[in-house]
């Protein structure tokens, strides 16, 4: 026995332990925070996770370290990065990556021919040199890896390589790594992998090699996948004449930025995957595309070849064997009939995927849509359809999803679309269906979990259901806005219990909230929005659930202010309620991950606490219109992801505190209707668009670093302070009122955790316009405003001003300029409102105000303007005499004065001179006059001051304006104490 024990040791072979302590070596090297390589121990190292040996030899052949967790998130159906970082999910999968170094040991694997160590973070660490000098390796995958460096040249040599993923995108960051750098600036590299068949160096960037990478590609014969998705490729060498890619099936060139023609695709007669989205092709889609006879899947968004074709392309008809067909994006116009008639050619329709979303169809969705029996999905939205869904729709027996959306839908959905028995999801946002919808549409659709309806204001949709009707389908998803589904809560929605997201806003329901549904969804709910209703009751210590991410219960009757402990929760929105007394003092214990908080339009009260610093997730603070007094909390400044500051029209005091220059990332601030005083903040705040201020006591001047520092501004609104001197001429540096700004989401995006999002929360403020204080919401976006009125500002209006040819309003009323209107005026072209009443402008008018074809408020009252109103185009549209009214030396329409040289006598305007004859009766009634008209136009000045506002605050104005001028050159600010007005 001993002979034999010992003949065992003596045969085992010496590999076993040299590729055991490779592998040991190899762990050593990696840091592995979640321990996913724990089970490496023992000696039978085959049956560690992740290795594969040979089953004979026990020769290891495959590593395959690839983060499941992370893979899963990459190709879900639903990648959301915010939804993913708020439920913790990227918080795991980046403790379960792997990272460190990799040791050179791996090369003691002579039959290794499958390394796989994808969706994991090297954090930048460079691929290694000696990856080159894997003989056998046959697929190497280190997509969303987070390498990056030169990729090593030595790659080259891997020529019995048939699969290699260097895709660049950066999961743990959430944007392209950018890190890959191609060595010597080209791609010869890969003229050495000959037996390569699958390519993926996705958003590697290739902008170095525009000419040149197709020549290179075009050597490797066995390509059957390519992939060169967001590779910064912008051309091609049209030199390339054939592509020898004849076994490629498929391709994926999406999100560059070519814009040359794709007629070389002609001749990649056995694709049957072509991706070419997200690109700027110039010209139409050439007829060459009908031999690609074999495609399965196309993917032609968001080329915008509409603006070169106006119609979808007919060639479609003869790609018969297409079941994805994506189109949206692309400005398509005509008829909706034109497009699914174009399928006439085609013996059996294939589709089972169809996005013809954000296009310009029009017209009713036709009856024809019925022959497409396997559709699965379809969107049409954000077009310009109108009318009824057609009875045909319940032939589509496979289609799961449903999205018309943004649309002018205005008819019914028929009885027909309770057929759709495998209807997962419908999506109809903002349509203006009419009559009702019934148990008929809704009685045979067993599988729905996601249903979606909002209405345009004042386009009721009514549910037309029993009270006591239990559907055959179990939502998870619910949103219905502008749905009358009330004034009970019916039974049929207190019986969906398995509710993730819920959403019911203006749905007519004005009952208590019935508990035992609410304790039933509790605790899986995530979002919650019961806005706009009647409902009663107090809900905050029904919700049990850790998870939830977003409450909204505004304009209700609720008194309750805020829930227990909500680790998760996002967003809360509990503005227009009832809510009174103090914000609670420990809310950034209760929700720690707020990044939304809209507690707007109540009656809260007490001071605002010091402890902001808690809730370091912030992004937008509405408290505006409550009664809340102090000083704005110092705390606030260290919210450095903050985007919107909204503390309007409450008691609060004091100046701003220099803190919030910290909070670089804010894009609105609305402190109007406070009683804050102080010098104006010299902020740096680069991404600023809306800065409100008006109705304060703040002084002093405007700071000329605003000019470089708030360079996006938007709207702008100071009025109704102490402000004064000269408006800054460098304000031209303001670039949004000068070329306009394409981003007008600007006021609605931020980021969270390093994700773009746009919050849910609508941004609203008043402003005065076209002389009335409006509120402006939904429509803030459109805005661009200057208002400046009602300080104490001097000087000349400045030239530069007249470069603002976006602004849509500007308002220096009731200040002290000086000087003339300036001459260009004209070339503010989308002005729409201009007042420049109560000041001491003087000189003409400028005839260049015919030039403002938008203009629809005019006021120059009050100033010591001359000569005549100009005429013409416009201008005389605006025919109200008070328009110019207190400018005695103006004449002509619309006032009563004339001008002399309109028809009247040549002494028309010219004082007479009396004689020495005349003089002692003259003497005698001026004193007469005098003793009676003294008291009489006193009177008369007082009668004109207090019945008339405006005159009121003009003649106020002319008397600070000695006392505005001599603390201004002595330079000595005080804080006035405010008039009543």
């Known amino acids: 026995m001993k002979l034999s024990l010992a003949s065992n040791v003596t045969h085992t072979p010496n590999y076993i332990a040299v590729e055991r302590r490779a592998l040991i070596e190899f762990k050593q090297s990696l840091s592995d925070l979640s321990g996913r390589l724990s089970s490496w121990v023992g000696d039978d190292y085959c049956r560690w996770l ?14 395959d370290l690839r983060n499941s967790l992370g893979f899963s998130i990459l190709h879900g159906d639903d990648f959301d990065y915010q939804w993913m970082y708020s ?33 994991n973070n090297f954090e930048g660490a460079t691929i290694p040199y000696f990856f080159g000098m894997f003989k056998s390796l046959k697929y190497l995958n280190l997509s969303f890896a987070h390498f990056g460096g030169v990729i090593p040249p030595s790659v080259r040599n891997l020529s019995n390589l048939n699969y290699l993923d260097l895709h660049a995108y950066n999961l743990v960051i959430n944007e392209r790594s950018n890190a890959y750098r191609l060595p010597g600036e080209n791609l010869q590299w890969l003229s050495g992998l000959s037996s390569l068949k699958y390519l993926d160096i996705g958003q590697v960037n290739l902008s170095s090699v525009q000419t040149t990478w197709i020549h290179v590609v075009n050597t490797l014969s066995s390509l059957s996948e390519l992939h060169l998705g967001d590779c910064g490729i912008s051309s091609f060498d049209d030199s390339i004449g054939f592509l020898n890619l004849t076994s490629l099936k498929v391709l994926d060139l999406s999100s560059n930025s070519i814009s040359s023609s794709f007629s070389w695709l002609s001749n990649l007669t056995s694709l049957s995957k072509l991706d070419i989205g997200y690109n700027t092709f110039q010209g139409t889609i050439p007829r060459s595309f009908v031999k690609l006879k074999n495609l399965q899947y196309l993917d032609m968004s968001g080329t915008e070849l509409g603006k070169f074709e106006d119609h979808i392309p007919s060639f479609l008809q003869n790609l018969c064997q297409l079941r994805y067909l994506s189109l949206r994006g692309n400005y398509f116009g005509g008829k909706l009939d034109e497009f699914f008639g174009s399928y006439s ?39 310009e359809l109108w ?32 057929q759709l028995s495998e209807l997962i999801e419908f999506r ?69 219990t398995r509710l993730t997201l819920v959403a019911l806003s203006s749905v007519g329901i004005s009952d208590f909230m019935p508990h035992e549904w609410i304790s039933k969804i509790s605790s899986h709910i995530i979002d919650l929005d019961l806005s706009n209703n009647m409902l009663k009751g107090n809900l905050s210590h029904l919700f049990t659930s850790q998870d939830v991410q977003s409450i909204a219960r505004t304009h209700n009757l609720s008194e309750d202010l805020v829930p227990p402990r909500y680790p998760k929760l996002m967003f809360l929105y509990l503005h227009n309620n009832s809510l009174s007394g103090p914000i609670p003092s420990n809310i950034g214990d209760l929700m720690p991950h707020l990044v939304e908080l809209d507690l707007s339009d109540n009656q809260l009260s007490g001071e605002l606490l010091d402890n902001w610093d808690k809730l370091g997730a912030l992004c937008i603070i509405d408290l505006g219109n409550n009664n809340l007094h102090g000083k704005i909390p110092k705390s606030i400044g260290l919210l450095t992801s903050l985007s919107a500051l909204i503390l309007s029209n409450n008691h609060l ?4 505190p220099k803190s919030l220059q910290n909070c670089s990332l804010l894009r609105s601030i609305d402190l109007s209707g406070n009683r804050l005083h102080g010098s104006l903040p010299s902020w740096a705040m680069p991404e600023l668009r809306l800065l409100n201020l008006r109705s304060n006591f703040f002084s002093g001047t405007i700071p000329p670093q605003w000019c470089n520092n708030l360079c996006f501004l938007r709207i702008l609104d100071l009025s109704n302070n102490n402000l004064c001197g000269k408006i800054p001429s460098c304000l031209s540096n303001w670039t949004t009122f000068i070329s306009g700004d394409k981003d007008i989401s600007g006021l609605n995006n931020y980021k969270v955790n390093g994700a773009t999002t746009s919050f849910f929360h609508v941004e609203k403020t008043m402003l005065v316009m076209k002389g009335r204080e409006m509120k402006y919401s939904s429509t803030l976006k459109y805005v661009l405003i200057i208002d400046l009125s009602s300080n104490k500002l001097s000087g000349e209006i400045p030239n530069e001003i007249t470069k603002f040819v976006y602004l849509g309003t500007l308002n220096l009323s009731n200040n002290h300029f000086v000087g003339t209107i300036p001459e260009n005026i004209g070339a503010m ?11 001491r402008l003087s000189g003409k008018i400028p005839a260049s105000l015919n030039s403002l074809n938008f203009l629809s408020h005019l006021n120059l009252s009050f100033n010591n303007l001359t000569g005549s109103i100009p005429k013409g185009n416009h201008l005389e549209t605006l025919e109200e005499p008070s328009i110019y ?44 006059s005098m003793a009676i008209g003294f008291p009489v136009g006193l009177n008369v000045l007082f009668f004109a001051i207090f019945t008339s506002r405006r005159r009121r605050i003009c003649y106020f104005r002319l008397l600070d304006s000695v006392s505005c001028f001599v603390l201004e050159k002595i330079g000595f600010f005080t804080t006035p104490v405010r008039r009543m007005r």
């Open 387 to 418: 009318g009824s869904l057609p009875n045909s729709i319940g032939n589509l027996l496979s289609l799961q999803i449903l999205d018309v959306s943004y649309n002018f839908l205005n008819g019914t959905i028929p009885p027909s679309f309770g």
């Open 653 to 656: 005091h004091g100046e701003i």
């Open 829 to 839: 072209q989308q002005l729409e409102t201009l007042d420049l009443s109560c000041n």
């Open 345 to 383: 050619n085609c013996s059996q329709n294939n589709l089972e995927t169809l996005y013809l979303s954000d296009n310009r169809l029009m017209g009713e969705i036709p009856k024809s849509l019925g022959k497409f029996e396997i559709l699965r999905s379809l969107d049409l939205s954000n077009n």
């Open 87 to 119: 439920k913790g999910v990227l918080q795991e999968f980046r403790r379960t990556c792997l990272g460190g170094d990799i040791s050179p040991s791996l090369l003691e694997l002579k039959h290794l021919n499958y390394l796989d160590l994808s969706v």
């Open 885 to 928: 009214e207190g400018n005695p030396l103006l004449c002509g329409s619309p006032v009563k004065t004339k001008c002399p040289w309109d028809g009247h006598s040549p002494n028309y305007g010219v004082p007479v001179i009396s004689t020495s004859e005349e003089d002692e009766e003259i003497m005698f009634g001026f004193y007469i």
């Open 428 to 496: 109809s946002f903002k349509n203006s269906w009419k009559l009702v919808l019934s148990e008929a549409q809704l009685m045979h659709l067993t599988k729905l979990e996601r249903l979606v309806i909002t209405q345009e204001e004042n386009q009721h949709l009514v549910f037309k259901i029993s009270y006591g009707w239990i559907p055959p389908f179990t939502l998870k998803f619910l949103y219905l806005e502008n749905c009358l589904i009330g004034p009970q809560f019916p039974i049929w929605l207190q019986v969906q």
């Open 50 to 63: 992740g290795i594969t040996c040979d089953f004979i030899s026990r020769k290891v052949t495959k590593i």
